[in-house]
């Protein structure tokens, strides 16, 4: 098995935001996490949480496209509102917010280990998401600090709000 070190600067970076949002993000008042809201209507809160459910859904297609057959069929959480009911079904506006935090940075940690491990002979292996797109395990994995990007970004906007 052929591993990949295509990802180190991308996984530098995610470990870069991991190192600077972790303390941010902790000192941040429960008004600021609690009651400011998004375009979609989601709290900071409720924005960690779906930060969560994005690296678990990718750390299983990064393991699953890896051993099941191509193309692969897999639960898309992200599309037709599904995203929503993951973020509403959990609670994360009741979650213990420490805990919301630690679970974001020690999953994101585990994502860049699991990363680290993928087999470069299964870089072009492919998932169909829900809106019948196929997406490689390399371009996903690409993705994926795109998208904690944008959250952050988006939770930043939130703190500066007044």
Do not use: C
Request: hydrophobic share 35%; net charge negative.
């Amino acid at each position: 098995m052929e591993q990949t070190h295509e990802f180190e600067a991308n996984n530098q970076e995610l470990l870069q935001l991991i190192t600077v949002w972790e303390p941010r993000l902790l000192s941040l008042e429960d008004e600021v996490i609690s009651g400011r809201r998004n375009s979609q209507n989601r709290s900071i809160r409720e924005i960690t949480g779906h930060l969560i459910d994005s690296v678990s859904n990718n750390t299983h297609r990064i393991i699953h496209l890896q051993y099941q057959p191509d193309p692969l069929i897999f639960p898309d959480y992200a599309n037709n509102g599904n995203n929503d009911r993951w973020i509403a079904i959990q609670k994360y506006q009741e979650e213990n917010w420490y805990n919301l935090v630690q679970l974001w940075k020690f999953y994101n940690l585990h994502i860049i280990h699991v990363i680290n491990q993928v087999n470069a002979e299964k870089l072009s292996n492919e998932w169909i998401t829900a809106l019948n797109q196929k997406v490689s395990l390399k371009s996903m994995i690409n993705h994926y600090l795109e998208h904690v990007r944008l959250h952050l970004n988006e939770i930043e906007e939130l703190i500066n709000q007044k």
